[in-house]
């Protein structure tokens, strides 16, 4: 599928379910990916990205960014607080706000640094006991507490269990960031993204839809 199509797609979404076009940001998801397969979707007028760790993207954004300095590049994958003060000077927005200890580093290098990118706090909308993310019941402290810090939080981010339908876990940020006053909600990848966007996305997490199989 090309990335004109799923753009198409998204924009279709957005129509039926009576949101305002471009109201959906597609992340093109570059982990893993050849380098020439990354510079094709730049070529094709994309600027943003996203990537799971910060050693691949250390390694590769630093030299496409010097052909294309609008790029942005999203933190998708979990964050080790050893490297958070890389991630800082990467990345413009990390979606993987996952834990109190992470929060309390970002905010002590967000003052050091004077700046900090853009955070979405991860949910575990599953409760699933192998992913990261805070439980829907702690969502609001959480939240509380990142604004307590000065942390610039926007919006929630999701990765619904495998075996059951996205759409309930979906449904259930998006409620919990309309509860917390957050606008931002990252959910939905290349097998669901429409129902995520009908259901309120403000950014969507698309790879091999865009790139194809990975070849490692």
């Keep these: 599928m090309s990335l004109t199509e799923i753009s198409d797609r998204i924009a279709k979404t957005e129509a039926s379910a009576g949101r305002a076009a471009g109201a959906t940001q597609l992340i093109a998801v570059s982990k893993r990916q ?9 070529a094709q007028g994309h600027r943003l990205f996203g990537e799971n760790q910060v050693q691949e993207a250390a390694g590769k954004w630093p030299a496409f960014r010097e052909t294309y300095p609008d790029a942005k590049v999203h933190l998708l ?3 080790q607080t050893n490297k958070a003060r890389q991630a800082l000077g990467l990345f413009d927005a990390i979606h993987s706000l996952d834990r109190p200890k992470l929060a309390n580093t970002l905010a002590r290098l967000a003052q050091e640094e ?8 991860q949910v575990n909308t599953g409760e699933e006991a192998q992913k990261s993310g805070i439980l829907p019941a702690d969502t609001d402290a959480f939240v ?36 917390n ?24 997490r698309v790879g091999s839809a865009i790139f194809g199989a990975r070849t490692t």
Excluded at 34 to 40: G, Q, T, Y
Excluded at 146 to 175: N, Q, S, T, W
Excluded at 186 to 203: P, Q
């Design 34 to 42: 050849p380098d020439d397969r990354v510079a094709d979707v730049l």
């Design 77 to 79: 994958g979990p964050l």
């Design 114 to 121: 004077g700046h900090c990118p853009d955070l979405f706090i």
């Design 144 to 179: 509380a507490d990142c604004r307590a810090l000065d942390l610039p939080v926007v919006g929630l981010m999701c990765i619904p269990p495998v075996d059951e339908e996205p759409a309930l876990h979906f449904a259930l940020l998006a409620k919990l960031a309309k509860r």
């Design 181 to 204: 006053d957050l606008a931002g909600l990252s959910m939905g990848m290349s097998g669901d993204y429409e129902r995520a966007v009908a259901l309120g996305a403000t950014h969507v």
